[in-house]
């Protein structure tokens, strides 16, 4: 396994249109971790699933937000409607157990014109 | 609810001087805590992590990070900086019950000078 894969890694959108973000997590991890970072800001948790089941969303992710993990494996998070405060960096992480650290990917830098 | 304060969003050491980052932590249950750094460029990794165990934690590169329950204080230190530690640091809590999800804190940047 080659860690939690995030596509794709740059997205530059215009005002307005609707963007998809995959995440792969680790194949044994039943924990799945949204986080946005922005510039010199920690990462800020967005939704977390178990398996498939979206068990705690932010009260960040707006209606505009909507995060899926239809099999219990790989995960979307979609933004519909960019806005130019959308522009950060996408984050995903996964665990297996509660009292491990994450592992995260390499994220996704959303810029949006 | 569960929160993080880094003491500092810049520390700048000498190189072989002694590395402390500050964080405090807010928690209404037992805590997990870790430290997670953040090369230029690249994704979060581990450092380290408190789960009930023993206080005084040892991660990689050369880490340790000591859990204070009446401090409420998860510091990081490093006998002896080195230019490669130059980087970002966050400390990060989790609640030991219920949704598991991990609060960090707004991060350390470190400096290392020659």
């Known amino acids: 396994d080659t860690g939690v894969s995030q596509d794709p890694r740059h997205k530059i959108t215009k005002r307005g249109q609707n963007v998809t973000f995959r995440c792969d997590p680790i194949?044994?991890?039943?924990?799945l971790y949204w986080y946005r970072q922005t510039l010199g800001q920690g990462p800020e948790f967005l939704t977390y699933?178990?398996?498939?089941?979206?068990?705690?969303k932010s009260r960040l992710l707006s209606d505009r937000f909507s995060a899926e993990r239809p099999k219990g494996s790989f995960s979307t998070l979609e933004i519909q409607r960019t806005e130019q405060g959308d522009s950060a960096m996408y984050l995903c992480?996964?665990?297996?157990?509660?009292?491990?650290?994450?592992?995260f990917g390499s994220g996704t830098r959303l810029t949006v014109v | 609810a569960q929160s993080v304060t880094q003491l500092g969003s810049h520390v700048s050491v000498s190189e072989g001087a002694l590395v402390l980052l500050r964080c405090n932590y807010s928690?209404?249950?037992?805590?997990?805590l870790f430290w997670y750094v953040q090369y230029p460029n690249q994704g979060l990794q581990l450092l380290l992590k408190?789960?009930?165990?023993?206080?005084l934690v040892k991660g990689i590169n050369g880490f340790e990070a000591e859990f204070k329950k009446s401090e409420t204080s998860f510091h990081l230190t490093k006998p002896s900086a080195h230019m490669s530690d130059a980087a970002e640091y966050f400390c990060?809590?989790?609640?030991?019950?219920?949704?598991?999800?991990?609060?960090f804190g707004a991060g350390t940047r470190l400096f290392v000078k020659a």
């Open positions: 992480a996964s665990r297996d157990r509660p009292d491990y650290g994450y592992t």
């Open positions: 194949s044994e991890h039943n924990r």
């Open positions: 699933f178990q398996n498939e089941a979206q068990l705690e």
């Open positions: 928690s209404s249950v037992p805590p997990y």
């Open positions: 408190y789960t009930s165990a023993a206080t």
């Open positions: 990060a809590v989790s609640e030991s019950t219920g949704g598991f999800k991990t609060i």
